[in-house]
């Protein structure tokens, strides 16, 4: 008959060398030989945990916890329990209990910060793993783990250069590279995401994140075909895997079906109704279908889950404003800052149908409140330039002085309040001068930019928690300024040219306007297409000869803010150039799909929030070709409009 020690040694023995369903029968035997054994106890408990037997692991811990509560390890063990079994809030408190015991321990760190992430504290989930990389620098698991927190917090260029160390430190981590083409797609740099996703499919071409990813790369650079394939061949192997039914379902939606998609994302909702990640999902789906009433009630569903309610506040807010539903976007944004999603979540309307995320009483309470009035702005270095400038309109004189106006909407901001200093990185000052005045900017490197004693807002969330209910399109004011400094140049460099001056911007995958499809629209229009696009892209307009390469001479973002004032219209997908256009006031037409940013609500074809503006959409069952009607209409109406 084997001893205790014996038979916890063998036990050991086959986890370490992961046969489990070896040592979970020796372990069994040992506890009844001892069944308050510390160590066998702990042992065990991690076997079930690894097999997914989580509520007998959680027993088996907690009973080791009555034994030795004092013992760090087994606070870290119980967590680990509690979070496998969903319960965030005990995992957190058996951590931080760990972490008093030791508070050096990277471990403990670590868990607290998934949990932390998981519930949307990310701030404080990005210290505790701060603290694990300052221990760990050259874990690559750290490092990963580092990156998807900062994936989280939106800072994408931080979580790049992460996943990068980590894929240095270990060329052949597979989790390292699949993280670094997320994060290079959310900076836009999707055809080194590309290669990258083709070499990990190469080395594991039936690994269903192998595929996913190449099939998320391929859906990035226009292949929708092959983001379709790839993304099938995962869902066989694992039909409920989220980021493949992602996939999925957009690759469908661009192919012209998107019921498709809805239909697949049904038929696994039918199988699991509850599910918060199917529910997120599909709500996105009935979002690019151009189903708002119908996301807003799916997401809603999915806004009390700590771990999804961010992404579901963020579809119900973006298809709250497609829809014009501002006061209500608003109402919930403060819902969730103050930490009252599910009460948000589950208040009905007056129709008693549960879809409505506020009544008008409990609007009536907090519309007229004042929005947050900070000190100073912040714009992170990670934020996005076309984000910068929609959101920026808030920010200027213009905006402040037209908000100021009132138009029946009782409004408790002062002119000074809407007027804080903006901290921001050294790239967007120059274009942001043409926006506010320079004595509220600052640079983001410069040490003093802002104290602790300052009152500091993201731009975002002071963009859109209250300002935005201060505005509306009668009020509207031309707050992008061009500078007469450069007229001459400008006016110089396009007198050879026959009017009417028409900027356009492309895209270069689809579903986006490309440049063919754009050229063979307008290519009969009377007179001058002049290409705004300044980045690589222009090698596209290599044979069309009938537009002007304006890109050649620009250097700058103030230089398009220039070049456009001198413009009679704008032609563009939703790109930079056509928000300097609605900025300026210039006549133009936006070119969109029902998948349109939150900003483009356009009541009877006509920009909200920028007036100048004609919006041209195709629906998913029609080529571009579709809207060239429509488009050369709209053309034809903002060149008489700038006459």
Same mark, same amino acid.
């Given at each position: 008959?084997?001893?205790?020690?014996?038979?916890?040694?063998?036990?050991?023995?086959?986890? *370490?060398?992961?046969?489990?369903?070896?040592?979970?029968?020796?372990?069994?035997?040992?506890?009844?030989?001892?069944?308050?054994?510390?160590?066998?106890?702990?042992?065990?408990?991690?076997?079930?945990?690894?097999?997914?037997?989580?509520?007998? %692991?959680?027993?088996?811990?907690?009973?080791?916890?009555?034994?030795?509560?004092?013992?760090?390890?087994?606070?870290?063990?119980?967590?680990?329990?509690?979070?496998?079994?969903?319960?965030?809030?005990?995992?957190?408190?058996?951590?931080?209990?760990?972490?008093?015991?030791?508070?050096?321990?990277?471990?403990?760190?670590?868990?607290?910060?998934?949990?932390?992430?998981?519930?949307?504290?990310?701030?404080?989930?990005?210290?505790?793993?701060?603290?694990?990389?300052?221990?760990?620098? #050259?874990?690559?698991?750290?490092?990963?783990?580092?990156?998807?927190?900062?994936?989280?917090?939106?800072?994408?260029?931080?979580?790049?250069?992460?996943?990068?160390?980590?894929?240095?430190?270990?060329?052949?981590?597979?989790?390292?590279?699949?993280?670094?083409?997320?994060?290079?797609?959310?900076?836009?740099?999707?055809?080194?995401?590309?290669?990258?996703?083709?070499?990990?499919?190469?080395?594991?071409?039936?690994?269903?994140?192998?595929?996913?990813?190449?099939?998320?790369?391929?859906?990035?650079?226009?292949?929708?075909?092959?983001?379709?394939? /790839?993304?099938?061949?995962?869902?066989?192997?694992?039909?409920?895997?989220?980021?493949?039914?992602?996939?999925?379902?957009?690759?469908?939606?661009?192919?012209?079906?998107?019921?498709?998609?809805?239909?697949?994302?049904?038929?696994?909702?039918?199988?699991?109704?509850?599910?918060?990640?199917?529910?997120?999902?599909?709500?996105?789906?009935?979002?690019?279908?151009?189903?708002?009433? #119908?996301?807003?009630?799916? *997401?809603?569903?999915?806004?009390?889950?700590?771990?999804?309610?961010?992404?579901?506040?963020?579809?119900?807010?973006?298809?709250?404003?497609?829809?014009?539903?501002?006061?209500?976007?608003?109402?919930?944004?403060?819902?969730?800052?103050?930490?009252?999603?599910?009460?948000?979540?589950?208040?009905?309307?007056?129709?008693?149908?549960?879809?409505?995320?506020?009544?008008?009483?409990?609007? *009536?309470?907090?519309? /007229?409140?004042?929005?947050?009035?900070?000190?100073?702005? @912040?714009?992170?270095?990670?934020?996005?330039?076309?984000?910068?400038?929609?959101? *920026?309109?808030?920010?200027?004189?213009? =905006?402040?002085?037209?908000?100021?106006?009132?138009?029946?909407?009782?409004?408790?901001?002062?002119?000074?309040?809407?007027?804080?200093?903006?901290?921001?990185?050294?790239?967007?000052?120059?274009?942001?001068?043409?926006?506010?005045?320079?004595?509220? @900017?600052?640079?983001?490197?410069?040490?003093?930019?802002?104290?602790?004693?300052?009152?500091?807002?993201?731009?975002?969330? =002071?963009?859109?928690?209250?300002?935005?209910?201060?505005?509306?399109?009668?009020?509207?004011?031309?707050?992008?300024?061009?500078?007469? %400094?450069?007229?001459?140049? +400008?006016?110089?460099?396009?007198?050879?040219?026959?009017?009417?001056?028409?900027?356009?911007?492309?895209?270069?995958?689809?579903?986006?306007?490309?440049?063919?499809?754009?050229?063979?629209?307008?290519?009969?229009?009377?007179?001058?297409?002049?290409?705004?696009? +300044?980045?690589?892209?222009?090698?596209?307009?290599?044979?069309?000869?009938?537009?002007?390469?304006?890109?050649?001479?620009?250097?700058?973002?103030?230089?398009?803010?220039?070049?456009?004032?001198?413009?009679?219209?704008?032609?563009?997908?939703?790109?930079?150039?056509?928000?300097?256009?609605?900025?300026?006031?210039?006549?133009?037409?936006? @070119?969109?799909?029902?998948?349109?940013?939150?900003?483009?609500?356009?009541?009877?074809?006509?920009?909200?929030?920028?007036?100048?503006?004609?919006?041209?959409?195709?629906? +998913?069952?029609?080529?571009?070709?579709?809207?060239?009607?429509? @488009?050369?209409?709209?053309?034809?109406?903002?060149?008489?409009?700038?006459?």
């Amino acid at each position: 008959m084997p001893s205790l020690n014996q038979l916890l040694d063998a036990a050991e023995k086959h986890a *370490a060398n992961c046969r489990l369903d070896d040592a979970i029968p020796l372990l069994e035997q040992a506890l009844r030989k001892a069944p308050r054994s510390l160590r066998t106890l702990k042992a065990y408990g991690a076997c079930l945990l690894a097999t997914g037997q989580t509520e007998e %692991a959680l027993r088996c811990y907690k009973s080791a916890f009555e034994i030795s509560p004092d013992d760090a390890a087994v606070n870290h063990d119980l967590a680990l329990a509690h979070h496998a079994t969903g319960d965030t809030d005990a995992a957190l408190l058996a951590f931080e209990n760990a972490l008093t015991l030791e508070p050096n321990n990277p471990a403990i760190h670590e868990g607290i910060a998934t949990v932390l992430s998981e519930t949307g504290q990310i701030d404080r989930a990005l210290r505790h793993m701060m603290i694990v990389a300052e221990m760990r620098p #050259d874990d690559p698991d750290t490092l990963i783990n580092l990156g998807s927190i900062f994936m989280r917090a939106g800072a994408s260029f931080d979580a790049c250069e992460q996943f990068r160390k980590a894929v240095a430190k270990d060329p052949e981590n597979f989790d390292a590279k699949v993280s670094l083409c997320g994060a290079l797609h959310e900076l836009g740099n999707h055809d080194e995401a590309l290669n990258l996703a083709e070499e990990i499919y190469l080395k594991r071409p039936r690994d269903i994140a192998a595929l996913t990813t190449l099939a998320n790369a391929l859906l990035r650079t226009g292949d929708i075909n092959g983001a379709m394939e /790839h993304a099938s061949e995962a869902l066989k192997v694992l039909p409920e895997l989220a980021p493949a039914v992602e996939v999925y379902a957009i690759a469908c939606t661009y192919a012209g079906d998107p019921d498709k998609g809805i239909a697949h994302i049904a038929t696994l909702l039918r199988q699991n109704p509850e599910n918060p990640l199917l529910l997120a999902t599909m709500a996105q789906a009935l979002t690019r279908a151009g189903r708002h009433e #119908d996301a807003i009630k799916m *997401a809603t569903a999915a806004l009390p889950d700590p771990g999804i309610g961010p992404t579901a506040f963020m579809i119900v807010r973006h298809n709250l404003n497609l829809l014009g539903r501002f006061e209500e976007a608003v109402h919930l944004s403060h819902r969730i800052i103050n930490g009252s999603s599910e009460h948000a979540a589950s208040r009905p309307d007056e129709a008693g149908d549960g879809t409505a995320v506020a009544t008008k009483a409990d609007m *009536a309470v907090e519309a /007229h409140i004042a929005p947050s009035s900070p000190d100073t702005v @912040l714009i992170p270095f990670e934020t996005k330039p076309l984000e910068t400038l929609v959101h *920026a309109r808030f920010l200027s004189d213009a =905006y402040a002085a037209a908000g100021m106006q009132g138009d029946g909407k009782e409004t408790a901001v002062s002119e000074q309040a809407m007027r804080p200093a903006i901290v921001a990185p050294d790239p967007m000052l120059p274009a942001l001068r043409r926006i506010v005045p320079e004595d509220r @900017l600052r640079s983001l490197n410069t040490p003093d930019a802002f104290t602790e004693d300052h009152v500091t807002e993201f731009i975002s969330a =002071y963009a859109l928690n209250g300002r935005m209910l201060t505005y509306t399109p009668e009020r509207f004011c031309p707050y992008i300024r061009a500078d007469p %400094a450069y007229d001459d140049l +400008w006016d110089g460099s396009l007198a050879p040219f026959p009017r009417p001056l028409i900027g356009i911007c492309w895209s270069r995958f689809p579903p986006d306007i490309q440049l063919h499809s754009l050229y063979s629209m307008l290519k009969d229009m009377p007179g001058t297409l002049i290409s705004l696009v +300044w980045d690589d892209q222009r090698a596209e307009l290599e044979g069309y000869k009938g537009v002007i390469d304006a890109g050649a001479h620009l250097k700058s973002l103030e230089a398009l803010i220039d070049l456009t004032a001198k413009l009679d219209a704008v032609v563009a997908n939703d790109s930079i150039p056509i928000h300097f256009a609605g900025g300026l006031g210039k006549p133009g037409i936006v @070119l969109l799909t029902p998948d349109k940013p939150w900003y483009w609500h356009a009541p009877a074809g006509r920009s909200y929030w920028y007036p100048s503006l004609r919006v041209v959409e195709r629906s +998913w069952d029609q080529s571009w070709y579709g809207c060239e009607k429509d @488009l050369q209409a709209a053309v034809k109406a903002a060149v008489k409009a700038a006459h």
